[in-house]
């Protein structure tokens, strides 16, 4: 059964900082989703990590897949307030199954003036 | 397009009544599934349907069931509700359900049992 953990659990930072959430897994998963939820909103994807090394950027995030780590980390350059959400990781339990995801706890960002 | 939809947006509910939930996937995508969302256990997997079937099942009991229709639109039903069923319930549809496309989510169901 696939466990992800995300840390931290929650993350004020200033505008204009950079720092970084990390997403664990537990067993081998050929690909990771990020996913931004707005307080009483949906989940909006923002990035899918297919491969060992794949990095994506939009904007001020950028999301990086390690397997052989498995870890995931999703970057925020020079953040600001409009980034302020939970940010979640999640994965498949095994290839080929795109429904079923174990999501992590979330973190939590606020972005401070 | 229009995206994932969910109804109703709210729901209060007594312990021990019944509810059933109702989601329109985004048109074209065949795969529904479901999601429980609460502060402490956080986002939890319910099922998944796929041309009618049910193809996949979380770790939930029995009360909590489904079905999709030949249009691909889902329901979920709860019975004999607790006070622990008190969640947001989200719905998501991809495409087939396999593959690497993400879930798409729509806003949800607040479901409040008193």
């Known amino acids: 059964e696939l466990k992800v953990e995300q840390n931290p659990l929650f993350l004020s930072m200033q505008e204009g900082k950079n720092y970084t959430i990390y997403c664990n897994y537990s067993?081998?998963?050929?690909?990771l989703y990020w996913y931004r939820q707005d307080p009483g909103k949906s989940l909006e994807s923002l990035f899918v990590l297919l491969s060992n090394g794949a990095v994506k950027q939009e904007g001020r995030l950028m999301a990086s897949l390690d397997t052989k780590a498995r870890l995931s980390t999703l970057h925020i350059t020079a953040a600001v307030h409009d980034l302020s959400a939970t940010y979640f990781c999640?994965?498949?339990?095994?290839?080929?199954?795109?429904?079923?995801?174990?999501f992590g706890t979330g973190t939590r960002l606020q972005v401070t003036l | 397009k229009a995206g994932v939809t969910q109804t109703p947006r709210y729901l209060i509910k007594t312990r021990g009544q019944q509810v059933t939930l109702s989601c329109s996937p985004i048109s074209g995508h065949r795969s529904v599934s479901w999601y429980q969302q609460t502060p402490g256990q956080g986002l939890q997997f319910l099922f998944e349907y796929f041309s009618e079937t049910q193809r996949n099942k979380g770790n939930f009991p029995g009360r909590f069931s489904g079905r999709q229709f030949s249009n691909s639109r889902s329901e979920m039903n709860v019975s004999t509700l607790e006070l622990g069923d008190s969640a947001l319930y989200l719905c998501?549809?991809?495409?087939?359900?396999?593959?690497?496309?993400?879930?798409?989510f729509g806003n949800g169901t607040r479901l409040t049992v008193t």
């Open positions: 999640a994965g498949p339990p095994n290839t080929g199954t795109a429904s079923k995801l174990t």
């Open positions: 998501a549809s991809s495409l087939a359900g396999t593959g690497y496309s993400p879930l798409h």
């Open positions: 067993t081998t998963s050929d690909r």
